[in-house]
T-cell receptor
């Protein structure tokens, strides 16, 4: 069962920041938050992950609240190629298993 | 190889036939996963293998589904007596055991199975 809650869809204007929220209120202390995305007809692609500190890489930034009950994925300058379904996943403690929820369908508009 | 490779990319089979789907993980990756994605749906976990440990089969939907991983590398997902509801994209992923197990998984492009 998915441990995360995400809005089903969002729109974002091209060139603007896309902020995708995720609630994970039952997360435990040693569970990481992962983000993947799936562009149409492709396999999911890893974006970023974190435990409690904010993280940034070449693709995105991850902001995790101090209580770790929610997080936000930020795509700083969205492009049309960022249109995809974005999955927020809490890694099951002690295993490699990823449980995917239904994700957020992000549509970047020209 | 450079990434996770799955074959075939597309498979059409008749109801009642058996099918085998193959996954070649990234060399050296010890963890391997199978997921299923029905049209317009999210990813459904099926099974994962980690090294020599017993696989976690908790996601297999019925005893018609089985998977093996030979020599800790290539994996085959077998579906016996296929049904129309088995039609989906079957995705394989692999990951490397890293410190604290916080490593990302790399997915293949999937096998699109259509049961007619």
């Amino acid at each position: 069962d998915a441990k995360t809650t995400q809005p089903p869809s969002m729109d974002c204007a091209e060139g603007r920041a896309a902020n995708l929220p995720c609630n994970h209120s039952t997360i435990s202390g040693n569970e990481y938050v992962y983000w993947y995305r799936q562009i149409h007809s492709q396999g999911p692609q890893y974006i970023i992950h974190g435990l409690k500190n904010n993280e940034t890489n070449e693709m995105a930034s991850l902001i995790i609240t101090e209580d770790r009950k929610s997080s936000t994925l930020i795509l700083p300058h969205a492009t049309l190629r960022d249109t995809a379904v974005y999955y927020c996943i809490v890694r099951t403690s002690g295993t490699y298993k990823y449980i995917f929820g239904t994700g957020t369908r992000l549509k970047v508009l020209a | 190889g450079a990434g996770v490779s799955q074959s075939p990319s597309n498979k059409v089979t008749e109801k009642g036939k058996d099918v085998e789907l193959r996954c070649d993980p990234i060399s050296g990756h010890t963890a391997l996963y199978w997921y299923r994605q029905s049209l317009g749906q999210g990813l459904e976990f099926l099974i994962y293998f980690q090294g020599n440990s017993a696989p976690d089969k908790s996601g297999l939907p019925s005893d018609r589904f089985s998977a093996e991983r030979t020599g800790g590398s290539v994996s085959t997902l077998t579906i016996q007596r296929t049904q129309q509801e088995d039609s989906a994209v079957y995705l394989c992923a692999s990951s490397n055991k890293g410190l604290l197990m916080n490593t990302e998984a790399f997915f293949g492009q999937g096998t699109r199975l259509t049961v007619v």
